[in-house]
């Protein structure tokens, strides 16, 4: 599987003993630096400790013999990575789409590994889905008769069950961010909410009713995905009161 490969990645290694290459292919100890940056920045942020962005460039700049501007580019990729995970991203590194098809599922192991995160392939194939989608025509595809199981194993977490159950009874039937009624009924007759930490386990969150919402599949799927996610996550913090920042 895999789009062709774009010839951008494609040059001779870079010798650091040489003269310092501006755009040659990253290596692996490059982008785990700069992961690994970033993921300090994502921490930080998270808990509201002021950072200076420009501090980490320089750093890696001169470690790496990059531009800074080349580093703060790459962070945005990363932003564009963790956002096709669904992740909180630094907010001041828009996420960027052009990783370049070698680079993406680097970034992806190289964020779940430091994050302690099963690697899934998710973000590289959203990424392949977004670069196909860009074609001008892309021939009806044959796809795949019989897809193999590649990934069984999943991270979970020891959840408390009370905390679900005290948090749908909470919401009794209703999104807490719309306020709509549970879209459905799931076969069990229950009202179908789906339920959702504020600060992600994989985040270190909580698994307590002051991070918990209970949300409609919509709400859900937009505070991990939508373009208004930052917004609509205060709005909950300011229409909760049980709600904790952690
Ligand atoms: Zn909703
Ligand atoms: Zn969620």
């Known amino acids: 599987m895999g789009p062709s490969r774009s010839n951008r990645g494609s040059r001779r290694p870079r010798n650091r003993a040489e003269e310092p290459v501006l755009h040659g292919t990253w290596t692996e100890e490059e982008l785990r630096a700069t992961v690994s940056a970033y993921l300090a920045m994502r921490t930080m942020e998270q808990n ?13 700049a001169n470690q790496f013999g990059r531009t800074e501007k080349a580093f703060e580019y790459r962070m945005q990729n990363i932003s564009y990575i963790c956002a096709l995970l669904g992740r909180t991203w630094v907010s001041g590194l828009k996420p960027a789409k052009n990783v370049g098809p070698h680079n993406a ?13 099963p690697y899934t392939g998710k973000a590289a194939f959203e990424h392949q889905v977004s670069r196909y989608q860009t ?13 193999q199981q590649r990934y069984a194993t999943n991270t979970s ?9 005290w ?6 039937g209703h999104c807490e961010s719309c306020a709509q009624p549970a879209p459905f009924h799931a076969t069990t007759g229950d009202a179908f909410l789906e339920v959702h930490h504020l600060r992600t386990l994989a985040e270190g969150g909580s698994d307590t009713i002051s991070n918990t919402v209970a949300l409609c599949p919509n709400c859900h799927r937009e505070l991990h995905y939508g373009v208004n996610q930052a917004q609509k996550r205060e709005a909950l913090y300011q229409a909760l009161p049980r709600l904790v920042r952690e």
């Open 48 to 60: 509201g400790i002021p950072f200076v962005k420009k501090r980490y460039y320089t750093e890696l």
């Open 105 to 117: 599922p680097i970034i992806e192991r190289l964020l779940c590994e430091l994050d302690g995160q």
């Open 167 to 172: 948090v749908l009874m909470t919401a009794a």
């Open 135 to 147: 074609k001008p025509v892309l021939p009806t595809p044959i796809g795949i008769q019989e897809p």
């Open 157 to 165: 977490y020891g959840r408390d069950p009370k905390v679900k159950a």
